[in-house]
């Protein structure tokens, strides 16, 4: 049997007079439909977050430098800048870093491979708190040469909050150890993310 994840009520409407088609209406509920669920699974899923939470454990470490190679590797887009001195702003974002995150722990999810008992993934959401570096350029109009000047530019700063999942691999589970004796490989997809500016004003005070 094949499965269909979307939500249009034609595949809905196909799928449920089919033999090998099942339909569900979105990723989410897929994913459900593979997650470990049990005893089993919840122990492994417990002390995963333990040792995430573990301010001294290899595993945290582990996860937030993934985190922050995450951030500084993100594609950043400012947008939504203006200013109520001059006529035209741009904005451009050069860089970025974490600053914490917290696990959103009831959005943690198990899956076990269904070929090997000893591997499983966990998917860990967190919330990023980083700090993006954002240049900006002003420009006004020379009304004489009838043409767009720059004025100058600066660096600013923005704090933004990103929901992130991580997927956690893990090799080697056995039901009398930890998270330190497993085999552990942090996945996190690369994302493009938006920063709001808002209203700027240009630094004079060296002109």
């Not at 005893?39 to 985190?67: C, F, G, W, Y």
């Not at 420009?139 to 004025?151: C, K, Q, T």
């Not at 704090?159 to 497993?182: H, I, K, M, R, Y």
Request: hydrophobic residues 40%; aromatic residues 8%; charged residues 30%.
């Amino acid at each position: 049997m094949g499965i269909v994840a979307s939500g249009d009520e034609g595949w809905n409407s196909f799928a449920a007079d089919s033999e090998y088609l099942y339909c569900v209406k979105s990723i989410d509920e897929l994913t459900k439909l593979f997650e470990a669920t049990g005893v089993h699974a919840d122990a492994i899923k417990n002390r995963m977050l333990a040792a995430i939470l573990d301010p001294e454990s290899a595993l945290r470490a582990q996860l937030t430098d993934a985190l922050n190679e995450h951030v500084v590797h993100a594609v950043w887009h400012a947008d939504e800048v203006y200013s109520g001195v001059v006529p035209r702003v741009e904005a451009e974002a050069y860089d970025a870093s974490q600053t914490s995150y917290e696990l959103e722990r009831d959005l943690t999810k198990v899956w076990n491979a269904e070929d090997d008992p000893d591997t499983w993934v966990i998917e860990v959401t967190a919330l990023v708190k980083a700090e993006v570096s954002i240049n900006l350029t002003f420009y006004v109009f020379d009304s004489i040469d009838r043409e767009e000047i720059e004025l100058g530019s600066e660096s600013i700063k923005r704090d933004v909050e990103l929901e992130v999942q991580a997927f956690l691999n893990c090799s080697g589970v056995q039901a009398d150890t930890g998270p330190e004796l497993w085999n552990v490989d942090v996945e996190i997809a690369p994302s493009d993310y938006d920063v709001e500016v808002g209203e700027v004003e240009p630094d004079f005070s060296d002109h």
